[in-house]
């Protein structure tokens, strides 16, 4: 789950070009951004999506709870004279930044690429690649049990079903056990040593094309994160803060998170249905519109850019319909709950 929100050519804060926005041409095309509009991107990362919908004419409302890309992004802000502001905060509260920042609290578009992004991939220094040394950390924002708390702290159990659920990894359980025995002797406190110890516990076949640690690594990010519940309350929010027309396009990079937009776009687009058991059933209107089946990247993109070839985009149209509610807590798709770290566990 590698999200490609950057720009190939013209980075938002400048220097050598690392960053390609993916599926851009199908987001501006299900966005249909004009002159005159307010588009929030909900995960601005290197701005990418922000500086294409702005040379058509967009303002932009850009979010990321990371300091870093609020700080790179800062010679873009100047460039655009006003039509960029950007919020520190989680794209699941974008319907209080919207309130806060846009003229009646109503927008014309929402943009989420949901995950990681390719500049915090590529530093070691977040600790989020299994291929280059660096701290255990994976915080995408600056607070919070980081993943060498996790991995150090969290029971074995509970361990192994964050393993199991959000990186669909099979041997949870070994690896869990694994990572139990060897933190009684020295904690975990680099990248490199927690997938050093998942590549043995796993194992790795000649035709194996990826790399053992990869869904540890998934997993532990996602939970450090609280990735799939920030999506939930984001869909959410998004829906609140549309105007009737606005456009929701989200970019998602594997089947957990394409399964809860796909679910939620479902669900908002049709009636609940009625039964002959419970005839008073009270009708409740669709607040979307779903605008296509899921688009995947072109063979020519994926083969450009690695890290589009599992993106797929699902858009809708928000209708006139009171928003159904939701999203601030409570979760309507059936996300298992999961242990959370004590914060004594928690370094500071």
């Given at each position: 789950?590698?999200?490609?929100?950057?720009?190939?050519?013209?980075?938002?804060?400048?220097?050598?070009a690392?960053?390609?926005?993916?599926?851009?041409?199908?987001?501006l095309?299900?966005?249909?951004?004009a002159?005159?509009e307010?588009?929030?991107?909900?995960?601005?990362?290197?701005?990418?999506?922000?500086?294409?919908?702005?040379?058509?004419?967009?303002?932009?409302?850009?979010?990321?709870?990371?300091?870093?890309?609020?700080?790179?992004?800062?010679?873009?802000v100047?460039?655009?004279?006003?039509?960029?502001r950007l919020v520190?905060?989680?794209?699941?509260?974008?319907?209080?930044?919207?309130?806060?920042?846009?003229?009646?609290g109503?927008v014309?578009g929402?943009?989420?690429?949901?995950?990681v992004?390719?500049?915090?991939?590529?530093?070691?220094?977040?600790?989020?690649?299994?291929?280059?040394?660096g701290?255990?950390?994976?915080?995408?924002?600056?607070?919070?049990?980081?993943?060498?708390?996790?991995?150090?702290?969290?029971?074995?159990?509970?361990?192994?079903r964050?393993?199991?659920?959000?990186?669909?990894?099979?041997?949870?359980?070994?690896?869990?056990?694994?990572?139990?025995?060897?933190?009684?002797?020295?904690?975990?406190e680099?990248?490199?040593?927690?997938?050093a110890?998942?590549?043995?516990?796993v194992?790795?076949?000649?035709?194996?094309?990826?790399?053992?640690?990869?869904?540890?690594?998934q997993?532990?990010?996602i939970?450090?994160n609280?990735e799939?519940?920030?999506?939930?309350?984001?869909?959410?929010?998004?829906e609140?803060?549309?105007?009737p027309?606005?456009?929701?396009?989200?970019?998602?990079?594997?089947?957990?998170?394409?399964?809860?937009?796909?679910?939620?776009?479902r669900?908002?687009?049709?009636?609940p249905?009625?039964?002959?058991?419970?005839?008073d059933?009270?009708?409740?209107?669709?607040?979307?519109?779903?605008?296509?089946?899921?688009?995947a990247?072109?063979?020519?993109?994926?083969?450009?850019?690695?890290?589009?070839r599992?993106?797929?985009l699902?858009?809708?149209?928000?209708?006139?319909?009171?928003?159904?509610?939701?999203?601030?807590?409570?979760?309507?798709f059936?996300?298992?709950?999961?242990?959370?770290l004590?914060q004594?566990?928690?370094?500071?």
């Amino acid at each position: 789950m590698m999200a490609g929100n950057g720009e190939a050519s013209r980075p938002a804060g400048g220097g050598p070009a690392r960053h390609i926005p993916v599926l851009l041409p199908e987001v501006l095309d299900a966005l249909g951004a004009a002159g005159g509009e307010t588009v929030v991107d909900g995960t601005f990362g290197a701005g990418g999506y922000s500086r294409a919908i702005m040379e058509r004419g967009a303002s932009v409302l850009g979010i990321d709870r990371d300091p870093t890309a609020i700080e790179a992004a800062r010679p873009l802000v100047e460039e655009m004279k006003g039509r960029l502001r950007l919020v520190r905060a989680r794209f699941g509260e974008l319907d209080a930044v919207v309130r806060r920042e846009a003229p009646e609290g109503r927008v014309d578009g929402v943009v989420l690429d949901i995950g990681v992004s390719s500049m915090q991939i590529d530093t070691a220094s977040r600790g989020f690649s299994f291929q280059k040394e660096g701290p255990l950390d994976m915080r995408m924002g600056a607070d919070g049990p980081s993943a060498a708390d996790v991995v150090n702290h969290l029971k074995a159990g509970d361990l192994a079903r964050v393993l199991s659920f959000l990186g669909e990894e099979r041997q949870a359980g070994r690896i869990a056990r694994a990572i139990e025995a060897r933190r009684a002797e020295r904690p975990f406190e680099t990248t490199l040593d927690l997938a050093a110890l998942v590549g043995r516990v796993v194992g790795r076949k000649p035709q194996d094309r990826i790399d053992p640690a990869t869904r540890t690594f998934q997993a532990l990010r996602i939970y450090v994160n609280d990735e799939l519940g920030e999506l939930v309350r984001g869909l959410a929010a998004a829906e609140r803060v549309l105007r009737p027309g606005g456009r929701l396009v989200v970019v998602t990079f594997h089947s957990l998170e394409d399964r809860i937009v796909k679910r939620f776009i479902r669900e908002r687009s049709t009636a609940p249905a009625g039964s002959r058991h419970l005839p008073d059933v009270q009708h409740v209107a669709p607040t979307f519109e779903a605008r296509n089946k899921a688009v995947a990247a072109s063979e020519a993109e994926a083969s450009a850019n690695p890290r589009a070839r599992s993106a797929k985009l699902r858009a809708a149209i928000r209708t006139d319909a009171e928003p159904r509610g939701g999203g601030s807590g409570e979760s309507p798709f059936d996300l298992p709950p999961l242990a959370e770290l004590p914060q004594s566990r928690v370094t500071r």
